[in-house]
């Protein structure tokens, strides 16, 4: 079964939540994270956080002036996404458990 978490980040523009994020993917073993209120407009943050490992994809909603923004991810290893539809302030998606 697939194990999905849900943050309210509360930004990761800084080191020390980006540290935060990595210790939850670590420890919670999840394979989607969904994290809110990340507050980073430039996709270029993302891009150059070590947070993401190799194995995780994600889909992003750019925050609106101070609040805001969506995250996304998925470890490719254990689940598949399907389709995604990507709103203004919402995810949908469908996905497998992969074998």
Known sequence: MAKIVSWNARGLCNEAAQESTKTLLRF?????????EW?????????KASMWGSQWKWKWVPSTRLSGGLITAWNEDAVQILDILVGAHAFNFNYVQNN
Do not use: G
Not at 28 to 36: M, T, Y
Not at 39 to 47: A, F, G, L, P, S
């Open 39 to 47: 507050k980073v407009h430039d996709r270029e943050v993302i891009d």
């Open 28 to 36: 919670s073993k999840a394979n989607i994270i969904l994290i809110q």
